[in-house]
Nanobody
């Protein structure tokens, strides 16, 4: 499975932005999908993950209540809706996918995800 994230850009503090991840070369319907981000000089960190069906989501504390992850298996896509953005949300955002049982979706370690796309840069300006 190949993943490609898009939708990054320059926004202001308090703005909203939606990232999308398009998959090709296979179906994501039985993969846990995740979003990670990496700020300059920092390690890659977990942002959100979502179960096969999309009914269950898991968020990092830093984005809980502001970000919403969703997926559309029919379109082979995943999305990250980011609201009330902060300067500290500035990072390169990556989508990732992992083989896992249907009921297991709370995966947060980047080393656990098998498939990665190239990142998309999000810059939040104050």
């Amino acid at each position: 499975v190949q993943l490609q994230a898009c939708g990054g850009g320059l926004v202001q503090v308090g703005d909203s932005l939606t990232l999308s991840c398009a998959a090709s070369g296979g179906t994501i319907s039985r993969l846990v999908m995740g979003w990670f981000r990496q700020a300059p000089g920092k390690d890659r960190e977990f942002v959100a993950s979502i179960s096969w069906s999309g009914h269950m989501t898991y968020y990092a504390d830093s984005v809980k209540g502001r970000f919403t992850m969703s997926r559309n298996n029919a379109e082979n896509t995943a999305h990250l809706q980011m609201n009330s953005m902060k300067a500290e949300d500035t990072a390169v955002y990556y989508c990732a996918a992992k083989s896992a049982p249907q009921v297991e979706y709370r995966w947060s370690g980047p080393e656990l995800f098998e498939y990665w796309g190239k990142g998309t840069l999000v810059t939040v300006s104050s």
